[in-house]
């Protein structure tokens, strides 16, 4: 199959291409039952910042972690002044070619199972409605009080009344849809209670310092356990939540390959890396092994 074009500035000459591995990715495919474990690098082309690789946004400040967030109102208004900010970038984001070259894949069976560390649901919106969000999605909401889960929309509805236009003011927005603020329009940001019982509203992601519900973890290992071969698709594997997989699988004697734009944490367990753009490289992967375009 033909090689899709590197990115501006990249050539597929010199030592040890990251290419050569393409032709066993199109192998493994061939061969169906490939689990996918996709990380932030799918999105990119969505407009959806990455944290690491050649198209990587480093954060100014440090993430929020689970503890600080359950431990002071001030840090849960740090939070969703600079989400709220930053959450049209997340809802305005459309699948791309890769998102939907591997619904492509999951429909035609070459792909049978979808795991995603990326919270932006773009693998829902291509059509993949079973794809396991290891660490949720920032589209829902859910209350620490009474556990009920609502919209993100409607809760952007009711931050827009209490704050105006504060989502307007930042410039530098995160891979996970959190923007820069000055200190000032964070300490006038008037935060939102759960509508159902007054307690607080936590987006439904796992934060940092915070643990992946065992069952979602074991449905995981379950999906890579049944698995001919793991295809790990835009990760850099640093974090253990997504690493674990790729050691599970290699432990098996289950095939790893890996399309991402960079070196991986993962690189010593896999049978295949490639380094190449997703979009284009997944879609002509789609179009070489016959797989009917969904609908766009």
């Known amino acids: 199959m033909q090689i899709p074009p590197l990115p501006d500035g990249h050539t597929h000459d010199g030592p040890a291409p990251r290419t ?11 061969g169906r039952g490939v689990a996918v474990l996709s990380g932030a690098g799918l999105s990119t082309e969505s407009g959806i910042p990455d944290y690491r690789g050649a198209t990587g946004s480093r954060r100014r400040q440090p993430p ?22 930053g959450w049209r970038t997340i809802a305005r984001a459309e699948p791309n070619a890769g998102h939907r070259a591997v619904e492509e894949l999951r429909r035609s069976g070459h792909v049978t199972a979808v795991i995603t560390q990326n919270v932006d649901g773009l693998h829902r919106a291509a059509g993949t409605p079973d794809a396991v969000e290891l660490h ?14 609502s919209p993100r929309e409607d809760l952007d509805v009711r931050l827009s009344a209490l704050n105006g236009a504060a989502r307007d003011t930042g410039a530098h927005v995160n891979p996970d849809g959190d923007v820069e603020l000055p200190d000032a329009l964070v300490e006038n940001f008037r935060i939102a ?7 607080i509203l936590k987006p439904d992601v796992v934060f940092f310092g915070e643990s992946v519900p065992k069952p979602r973890v074991e449905r995981c290992f379950d999906l890579v356990d049944a698995a001919r071969a793991l295809l790990v698709l835009g990760s850099s594997l640093t974090v253990m939540s997504g690493l674990r997989f790729v050691r ?41 092994l016959g797989a009917a375009p969904t609908t766009r």
Do not use: K
């Open 20 to 30: 050569a591995g393409l032709e066993e990715v199109r192998r493994l495919l061939a």
């Open 64 to 85: 929020m972690t689970y503890q600080d967030f359950v431990g002071s109102e001030e840090s849960r208004r740090r939070y969703w002044a600079r989400s709220h900010a």
């Open 136 to 149: 949720g999605g920032l589209d829902r909401v859910i209350c620490l009080g009474c556990g009920r889960t």
């Open 193 to 199: 209670p759960c509508a159902a019982c007054g307690g």
């Open 248 to 288: 599970r699988a290699a432990r098996n004697g289950t095939p790893v390959a890996i399309v991402n734009q960079g070196a991986t944490r993962g690189d010593a367990f896999a049978t295949a890396t490639v380094s190449l753009p997703l979009g284009a490289t997944l879609t002509a992967l789609a179009e070489h």
